[in-house]
């Protein structure tokens, strides 16, 4: 069954802003969740982390996105976001959501299938 799904990719022009959103099935309540956080990967490139949301609500960026991208979440919609705003060609990439969610013995990790974004010159 689909758990996270992930929208809002496209292309868009350097300079630009797109708001990505990871939307997540009832089985995977992110009030709970102990670490949230959006990922990125190029092409013949690994996948990195982007930005993260802890559960107390601390966030974490890659100095590559400090101060241009902004991850939230919206408990209520059971959804996590990605605002990114001046965005430049190396950000092009498939972006993909990940929850991990402690459930007693085990921590268990949940990822999207990807969206992508590109960004043209």
């Known amino acids: 069954q689909v758990q996270l799904v992930e929208s809002g990719g496209g292309l868009v022009q350097a300079g630009g802003s797109l708001r990505l959103s990871c939307g997540a099935s009832r089985s995977i309540p992110i009030f709970s969740a102990n670490t949230m956080g959006w990922y990125r990967q190029a092409p013949g490139k690994q996948r990195e982390l982007v930005a993260g949301i802890m559960s107390g609500g601390s966030t974490n960026y890659a100095d590559s996105v400090k101060d241009r991208f902004t991850i939230s979440r919206d408990n209520a919609k059971n959804t996590v976001y990605l605002q990114m705003n001046s965005l430049k060609p190396e950000d092009t990439a498939v972006y993909y959501c990940?929850?991990?969610?402690?459930?007693?013995?085990?921590?268990?990790?949940?990822w999207g299938q990807g969206t992508q974004v590109t960004v043209s010159s």
């Open positions: 990940n929850v991990e969610v402690y459930r007693a013995p085990r921590m268990y990790s949940y």
